[in-house]
């Protein structure tokens, strides 16, 4: 069975930066879309970034320019740069990984159907 597991979280402050990782082991759908979300307390699940078939990438407009996911399929890595952190980035960060298509927008949760426990990325000011 599918499992994905995040590293990489951690604080600092604003204008530093952190790099997640997510190992997923027994996932080999290199051609369908893998994903990081995040979470703020009270807030919903957002879409962070997506990366899918043909190695094209999605972006919140919040991360545009900040942020880069990548993926290395002979190791089952998902990463993700984050630089120039800024407070509001503050969250628990989620892995997502698809195993079938669907129809659902890259940052829908729905899209997605296996998930990491979370790392947890707090940025000071």
């Known amino acids: 069975q599918e499992q994905l597991v995040e590293s990489g979280g951690g604080s600092v402050q604003a204008g530093g930066s952190l790099r997640l990782s997510c190992v997923g082991s027994?996932?080999?759908?290199?051609?369908?879309?893998m994903g990081w979300f995040r979470q703020a307390p009270g807030k919903e699940r957002e879409g962070v970034a997506a990366i899918c078939a043909g190695n094209n990438t999605y972006y919140a407009d919040s991360v545009k320019g900040r942020f880069t996911i990548a993926r290395e399929n002979a190791k089952n890595t998902l990463y993700l740069q984050m630089n120039s952190l800024k407070p509001e980035d503050t969250a628990m960060y989620y892995c997502?990984?698809?195993?079938?298509?669907?129809?659902?927008?890259?940052?829908?949760?729905?899209?997605?159907?296996?998930w990491g426990q979370g790392t947890q990325v707090t940025v000071s000011s």
């Open positions: 997502a990984a698809q195993i079938r298509r669907t129809f659902h927008s890259w940052y829908s949760p729905q899209k997605y159907h296996y």
């Open positions: 027994g996932y080999t759908y290199i051609d369908l879309c």
